[in-house]
């Protein structure tokens, strides 16, 4: 029997975005510029991470940047992947964020301010998670949000316990 069922083009697409934006859930659009949005972010803290950890050498520092090195390029990584599956380019910017860092001078004020970067990124997880229909995307933003607030808390008490005192980490 032959199948003659009408093609699923555009129109059926586009039914499904409008009922996507209907219920509340973001668009692919909208989550597309997010994720977009978050890569250039995350590119930034890698570049920052990356490019402070010469000069953490030998400080409680050190292993810090490492990590957060390692986890930023991870979500790099992870959101490339997911722009791909959603079928849209991936942005090949870096954040202004990282120039900004850098030209940070001192160590510990250039982590306090790596800091307030990663709890922007919280914010727009948290904000936007919940619009998030897709199970797979929504599960490695989840981790992306949990690892970001594992390391703020880690940088904030390396912060404390750094040479200049509490004062650095607010
Ligand atoms: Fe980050």
Same mark, same amino acid.
């Given at each position: 029997?032959?199948?003659?069922?009408?093609?699923?083009?555009?129109?059926?697409?586009? /039914?499904?975005?409008?009922?996507?934006?209907?219920?509340?859930?973001?668009?692919?659009?909208?989550?597309?510029?997010?994720?977009?949005?978050?890569?250039?972010?995350?590119?930034?803290?890698?570049?920052?991470?990356?490019?402070?950890?010469?000069?953490? /050498?030998?400080?409680?520092?050190?292993?810090?940047?490492?990590?957060?090195? =390692?986890?930023?390029?991870?979500?790099?990584?992870?959101?490339?992947?997911?722009?791909?599956?959603?079928?849209?380019?991936?942005?090949?910017?870096?954040? /202004?964020?990282?120039?900004?860092?850098?030209?940070?001078?001192?160590?510990?004020?250039?982590?306090?301010?790596?800091? =307030?970067?990663?709890?922007?990124?919280?914010?727009?997880?948290?904000?936007?998670?919940?619009?998030? =229909?897709?199970?797979?995307?929504?599960?490695?933003?989840?981790?992306?949000?949990?690892?970001?607030?594992?390391?703020?808390? =880690?940088?904030?008490? /390396?912060?404390?316990?750094?040479?200049?005192?509490?004062?650095?980490?607010?």
């Amino acid at each position: 029997m032959p199948d003659d069922r009408p093609e699923p083009s555009s129109p059926a697409c586009l /039914a499904h975005e409008a009922s996507d934006a209907y219920m509340g859930y973001a668009t692919r659009d909208e989550i597309a510029a997010f994720l977009n949005e978050l890569l250039e972010a995350e590119r930034a803290g890698t570049g920052v991470a990356l490019k402070s950890a010469d000069a953490a /050498a030998g400080t409680p520092f050190a292993d810090l940047l490492r990590d957060v090195h =390692r986890d930023e390029a991870r979500w790099c990584a992870m959101l490339l992947k997911q722009l791909k599956a959603l079928g849209v380019p991936a942005s090949p910017r870096i954040g /202004a964020f990282q120039e900004k860092a850098l030209a940070i001078e001192g160590l510990p004020e250039r982590i306090a301010f790596l800091n =307030r970067g990663q709890g922007w990124v919280v914010r727009k997880l948290r904000e936007t998670m919940p619009k998030v =229909r897709d199970d797979a995307l929504h599960r490695d933003l989840a981790e992306m949000l949990h690892s970001h607030e594992a390391n703020i808390a =880690r940088a904030s008490e /390396a912060l404390k316990a750094a040479p200049g005192g509490p004062t650095n980490g607010r």
